[in-house]
């Protein structure tokens, strides 16, 4: 029999475990509490059950824990990226940036991805697997513990596509927001998806008051389909139509990740059809200068030009802000990191 994650349990889960094995029910709420508030690693750690109790529990159960393979930390603006070390032998990634509001965790919710963009180096080896709600808090405890520090911010947008592994990522948000646990708030956790419709309706209905961000990088469906495959299935218009739905639903900002490349989405043409398809949605545009990658020979659009698509889009009234390139000392852009390292390994 595989031994079950006592970390990917809910309360009730664990209240309906306890009950299974001829102990009292409360005991799932103590060892939940005990779990995420304390982010153990090990059965034998949780001190508020007896010794014979947590012995019963070792044949069975188990917390699941990744190791840091390694940490890299940016001599320019302090962003750390880690290396973890899944139990089954595969690595994921994850980065810290530092804020004057705050620290941010990007975390991955997928080993590889399928999604097949372009320009990204998480997908060139396409999907291994998707990661289970204890491996995806796992990157936030194991992040909090040793940097000894509370995270202000996370965002689901490191390897992997999440709306791809939906059921373990929402079930991840409920385990962190519990009030018995971490208490994460909602309201502190952006959710990155490339655009799939059908979760992105299903997620509105959640009414979480948690950020979508749409990673568009284009107006246009036939140039989007040549950067990201996901755009053959979902036309930008369906995309459009999802958000007006999530918005009302949670009345969330939404946010468009727009990567510039030049002279492929910078065009006067863009910022037109862009500003078109986004007027009457209460969204923000994040812009992306490219972070180049070996399989992807497109140049990042010239800083002037960035500029000024921020200028124009805010003159057409909608809200745009020029992300900061940060980690650029430690390949902190997703993917690079955990590709070149599995490149030396092997």
Same mark, same amino acid.
């Given at each position: 029999?595989?031994? *079950? #994650?006592?970390? @990917?349990?809910?309360? %009730?889960?664990?209240?309906?475990?306890?009950?299974?094995?001829?102990?009292?029910? !409360?005991?799932?709420?103590?060892?939940?509490?005990?779990?995420?508030?304390?982010?153990?690693?090990?059965?034998? %750690?949780?001190?508020?059950?007896?010794?014979?109790?947590?012995?019963?529990?070792?044949?069975?159960?188990?917390?699941?824990?990744?190791?840091?393979?390694?940490? !890299?930390?940016?001599?320019?603006?302090?962003?750390?990226?880690?290396?973890?070390?899944?139990?089954?032998?595969?690595?994921?990634?994850?980065?810290?940036?530092? !804020?004057?509001?705050?620290?941010?965790?990007?975390?991955?919710?997928?080993?590889?991805?399928?999604?097949?963009?372009?320009?990204?180096?998480?997908? +060139?080896?396409?999907?291994?697997?998707?990661?289970?709600?204890?491996?995806?808090?796992?990157?936030?405890?194991?992040?909090?513990?040793?940097?000894?520090? +509370?995270?202000?911010?996370?965002?689901?947008?490191?390897?992997?596509?999440?709306?791809?592994?939906?059921? /373990?990522?929402?079930?991840?948000?409920?385990?962190?927001?519990?009030?018995?646990?971490?208490?994460?708030?909602?309201?502190?956790?952006?959710?990155?998806?490339?655009?799939?419709?059908?979760?992105?309706?299903?997620?509105?209905? =959640?009414?979480?008051?948690?950020?979508?961000?749409? @990673?568009?990088?284009?107006?246009?469906?036939?140039?989007?389909? +040549?950067?990201?495959?996901?755009?053959?299935?979902?036309?930008?218009?369906?995309?459009?139509?999802?958000?007006?739905?999530?918005?009302?639903?949670?009345?969330?900002?939404?946010?468009?990740?727009?990567?510039?490349?030049? /002279?492929?989405? %910078?065009?006067?043409? #863009?910022?037109?059809?862009?500003?078109?398809?986004?007027?009457?949605?209460?969204?923000?545009?994040?812009?992306?200068?490219? /972070?180049?990658?070996?399989?992807?020979?497109?140049?990042?659009? #010239?800083?002037?030009?960035?500029?000024?698509?921020? *200028?124009?889009?805010?003159?057409?009234?909608?809200?745009?802000?020029?992300?900061? =390139?940060?980690?650029?000392?430690?390949?902190?852009?997703?993917?690079?990191?955990?590709?070149? !390292?599995?490149?030396?390994?092997?």
């Amino acid at each position: 029999m595989e031994k *079950i #994650d006592l970390k @990917s349990l809910s309360i %009730d889960e664990l209240k309906g475990l306890f009950k299974n094995i001829g102990e009292k029910e !409360y005991r799932g709420v103590q060892t939940f509490s005990f779990i995420h508030g304390n982010m153990i690693t090990k059965i034998s %750690d949780i001190t508020v059950l007896s010794k014979t109790l947590r012995d019963k529990l070792e044949k069975n159960y188990y917390i699941s824990n990744l190791d840091i393979v390694e940490r !890299y930390d940016s001599k320019v603006d302090n962003t750390k990226k880690y290396l973890f070390l899944l139990e089954d032998g595969n690595i994921i990634e994850s980065v810290v940036m530092e !804020y004057n509001y705050g620290t941010t965790a990007c975390i991955s919710t997928q080993v590889g991805c399928r999604m097949g963009c372009a320009f990204c180096a998480s997908t +060139k080896e396409g999907l291994v697997r998707s990661l289970t709600p204890g491996e995806i808090l796992g990157q936030v405890y194991g992040i909090q513990r040793n940097l000894d520090i +509370k995270l202000s911010n996370l965002v689901l947008m490191g390897s992997g596509e999440p709306l791809d592994n939906y059921e /373990n990522v929402l079930k991840f948000l409920y385990l962190l927001h519990n009030e018995k646990g971490q208490n994460f708030s909602f309201r502190n956790i952006t959710l990155s998806t490339c655009g799939i419709v059908p979760k992105i309706y299903k997620l509105a209905e =959640e009414e979480l008051p948690i950020t979508l961000s749409i @990673s568009l990088h284009s107006p246009f469906d036939e140039d989007r389909k +040549k950067m990201m495959p996901i755009g053959k299935v979902y036309s930008i218009d369906e995309i459009i139509k999802a958000c007006h739905y999530y918005f009302e639903k949670t009345n969330r900002r939404i946010t468009f990740e727009y990567t510039l490349i030049k /002279n492929k989405n %910078d065009r006067k043409e #863009d910022l037109e059809e862009l500003s078109r398809i986004l007027k009457g949605l209460n969204c923000h545009i994040n812009l992306i200068p490219l /972070n180049p990658i070996r399989e992807y020979k497109e140049n990042k659009a #010239d800083t002037e030009v960035v500029t000024n698509f921020k *200028i124009e889009l805010e003159k057409r009234g909608i809200n745009a802000t020029i992300r900061k =390139e940060m980690g650029s000392d430690i390949n902190a852009a997703c993917g690079q990191l955990r590709r070149d !390292y599995i490149s030396k390994r092997s």
